[in-house]
């Protein structure tokens, strides 16, 4: 801190509580809202799908929370838990950082793929997880999500995916980016037999995977205010050299103009979800 | 003059050598006819020693040199009848990718490329090659155009990339992208793209979903610039010359990967030295690579691009 800050009336780093004060709260028992600011039993917090009720704030889920708030209950069967990244360039570290990721989320990789049950009707879904290497593709969420989609072209039943991703996975190099291709060529095959995709646009979808499937449902959705975009918001800053508005790629700024079908508030995903699949089942030959 | 590369600089102190010995002796009357050829051996030895053992990084240089040529120079030399078709119906006409119609070897085509400028004017025209969204459905608009008339599709690939700014997010850069990558699978006519310059990331792949993909000997193929991959792998911007190396970008690494079908040779220090022969070179290729195609029907065509795609991946299966 320079002399000069000291007699600054805000000073960035002050503390709205005493540090003594903190610990007198055991960790995980209340959360504060990054949002707003408001303290919540975590608990209560859990009760509310993890959205915040004093201003809405869609905290994020992890591709487990998300499969039981969105599914009937018990019928997710998950797919390819076996496969393991590898390292195709050497980067120093980069199996560590995922065998570590693995112990943390429970998942092999960034993606949760598999079929269950959505109000009765049968579905193949994914779910990014952003917890996980930031939700980034490399080759084996490009194959999780490929076969997946695969699966569900083979039972006709529509393929439903829940986005969340800084992109492609750079220390993959340009295998990474190829698996924008390998997922999109997937989804003209799924879409070629007239079967449904939805895509589900949660916080933060960009990069690669906002420019492949991310964007490629018959119909687009998105969690409210989450961040979605092709570049980042600072690299576009620095090439224009103008300030961006606030409210630029959120869901509410791609709604208004025109890249979402809807922005869907969390209570109402499993609902407005269910009936569209119901909408699109196929009639029994 | 030409811009010489920082590994071109032996090159150009031993020429200037020569010439100045030259010149002596055409003043002095001695005679140093021997040294001189000796000289010239020695160049012509450097020159083939320096080319044949290019670093990554040294190709990266050579992919955005100013004089490189562009989509506009081949089509120029390699087609016959071209005529340039504007706009996606839509919103506008975006001059970073231009396309059209023409004829190769008697056969009717479309082209569709990424196109920069050479100079500050040209590349502003051109928006440094890298395109809006109006630009990518301008070049779908021109592939569902061809698959109508049954014509193949030749893409040229050359940019550092789909263009970061505001009016681009607002127009949907991901979805024209994404919408490219999928309809390119289902398209019913072969699709032939060359990288020939810089292919960078999603701007680039989105002319890439083709029955055979190719590269210049010295362009490159990257999901993020040196660079940029510098700057997020180790917070350092200057190393880009070690991230071209690990990055595996070029296109002996991808044809390695089997991520491409074909290397297109280059002339002796890059396509820029000499656009006709490079163009003899590329014709090769393409024609090679077209009459292939054409023996295959629509179903075999869709599902060879498929398969291409499909089978990209590093994992181990336990």
Known sequence: MSIRDIFKKNKPNRKTMTSKGQHDVPEGIVTKCPECNHVMLTKDLQKNQKVCPNCQYHHKLTSQERIEDFLDEGTFESFDDHLQTVNPLNFPGYVEKVKSDMKKTGLNEAVLTGTGMLEGNKVVVAVMDSFFRMGSMGSVVGEKITRAIEKATELGVPFIIFTASGGARMQEGVISLMQMAKTSVALERHGAKGNLFISIMTHPTTGGVSASFASLGDINLAEPQALIGFAGRRVIEQTVREKLPNDFQTAEFLLAHGQLDAVVPRSDMRKTVGTLVKLHVKEAV | ?318
């Open chain 2, 1 to 318: 003059m030409v811009k010489t590369l920082p590994f071109e600089e032996p090159l150009v102190q031993l020429k200037t050598k020569i010439t100045e010995l030259k010149e002596y002796t055409s003043d002095a009357e001695v005679d140093l006819t021997k040294e001189i050829t000796q000289l010239e051996e020695r160049f012509t030895n450097l020159e083939k020693d320096i080319y044949h053992n290019l670093k990554p990084w040294d190709r990266v240089q050579i992919a955005r040199h100013p004089e490189r040529p562009t989509t506009l120079d081949y089509v120029k030399v390699l087609f016959d009848d071209f005529i340039e078709l504007h706009g996606d119906r839509n919103f506008g006409d975006d001059e970073a990718i231009v396309g059209g119609v023409a004829s190769f070897e008697e056969t009717p085509i479309t082209i569709i490329g990424h196109q920069r400028g050479k100079d500050t004017k040209e590349n502003i025209r051109r928006n440094f090659g890298m395109p809006h969204p109006e630009g990518y459905r301008k070049a779908l608009r021109l592939m569902k155009q061809a698959e109508k008339f049954k014509r193949p599709i030749i893409c040229f690939i050359d940019t550092k990339g789909a263009y970061p700014g505001k009016a681009a997010e607002e127009r949907g850069q991901s979805e024209a992208i994404a919408r490219n990558l999928l309809e390119m699978a289902g398209l019913k006519v072969p699709i032939i793209s060359v990288v020939i310059g810089e292919g960078g990331s999603g701007g680039a792949l989105a002319l890439g979903v083709a029955n055979h993909v190719h590269m210049l000997e010295n362009s490159t193929y990257s999901v993020i610039s040196p660079e940029g991959a510098a700057s997020i792998l180790w917070k350092d911007a200057t190393l880009a010359q070690k991230a071209a190396e690990a990055m595996r970008i070029t296109a002996p690494n991808l044809k390695e990967e089997e991520i491409i079908e074909e290397i297109v040779p280059e002339v002796l220090g890059g396509a820029h030295k000499d656009i006709d022969t490079q163009a003899s070179y590329l014709k090769e290729v393409l024609s090679k690579s077209l009459s292939e195609l054409k023996t295959l029907d629509e179903e075999q065509l869709i599902d060879q691009r498929y398969n291409k795609f499909r089978k990209i991946g590093v994992f181990s299966e336990e």
